[in-house]
């Protein structure tokens, strides 16, 4: 396990070390990014003013600054990766506090935050259940978090680029996450120059409008291949949904009583969703 720790932190220390301030994160830029979130957590800004937010592997670190500088927020930025110490140097918001650490050893008491936003993180996890158990015991009783997992590569959500995912995921789980990551960068960068080719030559015939510079692509890289531990996760099913329902009230009732009422007050309403044909799911959500 500690050479797995070693391995994400050079993975995503790598990843950030590709980041400028005033470029995008993965292709998007940080207006996007806070439209999601605010989208995602159902939330309005008023919500938000002089709240304590942790934000749980926050990466570059730019969502947490502009939480604080447009939401109004105090910004527990929490990551494993090296690249905090940037971001660290960058903020000069006093309302956001950089912290270098592993969400499976969080250094937080327990009902703290009024609000948990977990981008991407539990995902690259040996038990992403386990890390979940963590973080979630530092939300306060009447609090709100978002967690952001991937889904299964399957046809449902991907329709027409399944068997790439499938190829790419098996290069990373059989090849590239096994390599030294210095090793991988060079090899990432190696194919710079033609993506940057092919990026050209789909602009020119109007395939492609969204332009991405090569430090962008190399974060992609990074994310896509570099990981040991990659989980995805599908819906269970109405019967599953139940049997997991349950469990979580036993759980978490005395540790987060809002997100569980509002469980049990709208749990026919959330069920709704398996109603709907298979093939429908890719385009529906629900939001605590």
């Known amino acids: 396990m500690e050479v797995d720790f070693e391995k994400t932190q050079k993975t995503f220390s790598y990843e950030w070390k590709m980041f400028r301030f005033g ?3 993965w292709g998007r830029d940080i207006s996007y990014r806070k439209r999601v979130f605010l989208d995602s957590m159902g939330v309005l800004l008023d919500d938000l003013k002089g709240k304590l937010i942790f934000d749980a592997g926050c990466g570059s670190g730019l969502l947490s600054i502009k939480m604080a500088e447009d939401f109004g927020m105090e910004v527990i930025a929490f990551d494993l990766a090296y690249g905090i110490e940037k971001a660290y140097e960058y903020n000069q918001n006093p309302f956001v506090h950089f912290i270098h650490g592993s969400v499976l050893e969080r250094p937080f008491l327990d009902q703290v935050f009024d609000y948990i ?5 539990l995902v690259v996890l040996p038990d992403s259940y386990t890390g979940f158990r963590k973080i979630i015991r530092t939300l306060e009783k009447n609090g709100k978090c978002l967690i952001w997992v991937y889904h299964s590569i399957n046809s449902t959500y991907h329709p027409h680029d399944r068997t ?11 090849i590239t996450s096994h390599l030294p990551i210095k090793l991988q960068y060079y090899i990432y960068l190696s194919l710079i120059p033609a993506f940057l080719v ?3 030559i789909e602009i020119l015939l109007g395939v492609k409008q969204d332009i991405l510079t090569w430090r962008e692509k190399m974060q992609i890289f990074f994310d896509g291949f570099s990981p040991i531990y990659q989980n995805r996760h599908t819906h269970p099913g109405r ?3 139940l049997e997991q329902f349950n469990k979580f009230i036993k759980n978490y009732e005395s540790i987060i009583p809002s997100a ?3 469980l049990k007050n709208n749990i026919g309403n959330r069920l709704t969703f398996y109603s709907f044909p ?8 629900a939001t605590i």
Not at 164 to 174: A, E
Request: glycine share 6%.
């Open 239 to 241: 019967k599953k949904s």
């Open 23 to 25: 470029e995008r994160n």
């Open 164 to 174: 790439k995912l499938l190829i790419f995921n098996w290069i990373r789980g059989h």
């Open 260 to 262: 569980v009422r509002s």
């Open 117 to 121: 936003y977990c981008a991407g993180v």
């Open 278 to 285: 298979k093939e429908e799911w890719i385009s529906l959500r």
């Open 198 to 200: 092919k990026q050209r």
